[in-house]
T-cell receptor, first 110, second 116 residues
Framework: DAKTTQPPSMDCAEGRAANLPCNHSTISGNEYVYWYRQIHSQGPQYIIHGLKNNETNEMASLIITEDRKSSTLILPHATLRDTAVYYCGGIIQGAQKLVFGQGTRLTINP | GAVVSQHPSWVICKSGTSVKIECRSLDFQATTMFWYRQFPKQSLMLMATSNEGSKATYEQGVEKDKFLINHASLTLSTLTVTSAHPEDSSFYIC????????????FGQGTRLTVV
């Protein structure tokens, strides 16, 4: 399983791009990188996932390095509602298990 | 997106009693469900993985006789906390993998358990 490492906290100004890094140096070849966020003890909300290629959806972009040992989640225009704890994790295709790191507490400042 | 519903959203029980938490996939069939526990200001800790029709696989340090998991159908998994104690008070969250989209995991809204 990928062991993920994230900075414990980050700040970002409203309207700016928020770039959240995640190291997953032990990730295996068939293991997807997932990003979720959690707002104040609610259930985690899915953001994006990827395997090798960079991905983009309506919420965010995911940039995965060529060696797949790290990735960056990009929120292009952060709003106050993006304040949350962001978790990256790994899941093996075929769904053995999904585990998370300690997460990054992102605070968007007005 | 797919919907996972957990019930109850919160529960208070007396020490020594058992509590059952349900996790349902409402609009998809879930081949695999995960159960997590989360203490305040900590990350989600995986407790066990359950596959429909088979025994759950528990993570190291999680007592299988205390946390009973049943995944009887493709839309329902239950977690029973037996003989609950105050230290079992936590936020319990389930997640489900869709049968036809096995690279996506969907989470329930969580259950806040308080043992008094």
């Amino acid at each position: 399983d990928a062991k993920t490492t994230q900075p414990p906290s980050m700040d970002c100004a409203e309207g700016r791009a928020a770039n959240l890094p995640c190291n997953h140096s032990t990730i295996s070849g068939n293991e997807y990188v997932y990003w979720y966020r959690q707002i104040h003890s609610q259930g985690p909300q899915y953001i994006i996932h990827g395997l090798k290629n960079n991905e983009t959806n309506e919420m965010a972009s995911l940039i995965i390095t060529e060696d797949r040992k790290s990735s960056t989640l990009i929120l292009p225009h952060a709003t106050l509602r993006d304040t949350a704890v962001y978790y990256c994790g790994g899941i093996i295709q075929g769904a053995q298990k999904l585990v998370f790191g300690q997460g990054t507490r992102l605070t968007i400042n007005p | 997106g797919a919907v996972v519903s957990q019930h109850p959203s919160w529960v208070i029980c007396k020490s020594g009693t058992s509590v059952k938490i349900e996790c349902r996939s409402l609009d998809f069939q879930a081949t695999t469900m995960f159960w997590y526990r989360q203490f305040p200001k900590q990350s989600l800790m995986l407790m066990a993985t359950s596959n429909e029709g088979s025994k759950a696989t528990y993570e190291q340090g999680v007592e299988k006789d205390k946390f009973l998991i049943n995944h009887a159908s493709l839309t329902l998994s239950t977690l029973t906390v037996t003989s609950a104690h105050p230290e079992d008070s936590s936020f319990y969250i389930c997640s489900a993998i869709a049968r036809t989209r096995d690279t996506e995991a969907f989470f329930g809204q969580g259950t806040r358990l308080t043992v008094v």
